[in-house]
């Protein structure tokens, strides 16, 4: 099936790379990621909620644009092409969740409003399969403890999940900065014995999950496009043997499988995104696929750029670098490769 964006996509495409060109060049993106202890800038946040692109997946009736899976993916994947530091796709997220469970209408749109930020609490285990005693809802109150929350010491409100119900709990709470490989993303361990409101149901985070994999997938596809040309960029222009290193056929079959790599999950990104938006029956699979392929492939692409920028690739004033953490980052979250591959053997019947 042949796939192209509609003429208002392409345009959204365009418009987002020309944003973030003007807002979020990899200057100031970097000035962000190693002096701000935020992780993002207020102002430029602000533009984005000016811009509607907080409010790109909700409604009209909650100041949102009510577009879908496609244009956010379009929009994510300029963002990771600008490297573009900040919560946005937890927010998004967030305020999506909370328009579906319905009856926070005034929250969703201070949300999209860019006045306050939400994130979701999910992980009540630092490792994958320990016995932990996961956060309940218990009396009205929340208790517990939340790993690697987005952008926890930053946010006005959690979106806090537990077996039996999602909760929002209101600041002030304890917050514990996590180690993180990419400095423009910020996690927290929250310890919560807080009043919490219930929202709803958990069996709304089945989409929700989706659209997360959808959206670290896009992001993905940036990131390596990003990779991909700073490479052939500077293939063409260092020079061994009196010709740049690009006239190598070595280089070129690896240059070629990184083309490769990018173009499959350009394909696979944007079909669960087209799942997404039209209820496919195979969504849940595709969604999967997409990201775990997405976390594999930029693993090799990003290896590699760093790889064939030789000695300068490895060091700090390279931009290269913030791309391959982020990357790394954006591999492990938001469901992780094992994790996908075990959602996509689940709907897959397996």
């Known amino acids: 099936m042949k796939f192209d964006l509609s003429e208002d996509q392409e345009l959204l495409r365009r418009s987002t790379r020309d944003f973030l060109a003007s807002e979020w060049p990899i200057e100031k993106a970097r000035k962000v990621m190693e002096d701000d202890s935020r992780g993002y800038a207020p102002a430029e946040w602000a533009r984005l909620a000016e811009m509607g692109y907080l409010g790109l997946l909700l409604p009209p009736s909650v100041d949102g644009q009510g577009l879908g899976a496609v244009e956010l993916a379009a929009v994510l994947e300029e963002a990771g092409r600008a490297c573009m530091p900040g919560p946005y796709l937890d927010v998004v997220l967030a305020a999506t969740l909370l328009a579906a469970a319905g009856g ?186 997409a990201k775990a392929y997405a976390g594999d492939a930029s693993r090799l692409v990003c290896g590699e750029a760093v790889q064939m920028h030789g000695g300068i690739g490895f060091t700090w004033e390279l931009d290269l670098h913030c791309y391959f953490k982020r990357g790394k980052t954006l591999e492990q979250h938001y469901g992780s490769t094992e994790v996908q591959l075990q959602r996509a053997l689940a709907a897959a019947g397996y």
Not at 155 to 184: F, G, N, R, S
Not at 194 to 203: F, L, Q
Not at 254 to 278: H, I, P, Q
Request: aromatic content about 6%; glycine content about 6%; hydrophobic content about 45%.
């Open 104 to 289: 926070q209408d005034s929250l969703v749109k201070e949300i999209a409003g860019g006045t306050r930020l939400v994130t979701i609490a999910r992980e009540d285990s630092v490792f994958a399969g320990t016995d932990v005693t996961p956060t309940r809802l218990e009396g009205g109150r929340a208790r517990g403890v939340k790993y690697f929350v987005p952008f926890a010491a930053q946010t006005d409100v959690l979106l806090v999940t537990t077996p039996a119900a999602l909760c929002l709990v209101e600041k002030p709470y304890d917050v514990v900065a996590m180690p993180t490989l990419d400095p423009a993303q910020r996690f927290g361990q929250v310890t919560l014995d807080h009043a919490a409101t219930r929202v709803g149901d958990p069996s709304l985070l089945q989409r929700i999950d989706q659209l997360a994999a959808i959206g670290a997938g896009a992001m993905l596809l940036g990131v390596m496009s990003r990779a991909l040309e700073m490479t052939v960029e500077y293939v063409q222009t260092r020079q061994a043997f009196k010709r740049p290193i690009g006239a190598f056929q070595a280089l070129q079959h690896r240059l070629a499988d990184m083309l490769l790599k990018t173009e499959s999950t350009r394909s696979a990104v944007y079909r669960a995104a087209w799942c997404f938006d039209t209820d496919d029956a195979s969504t849940a699979l595709a969604c999967a696929s």
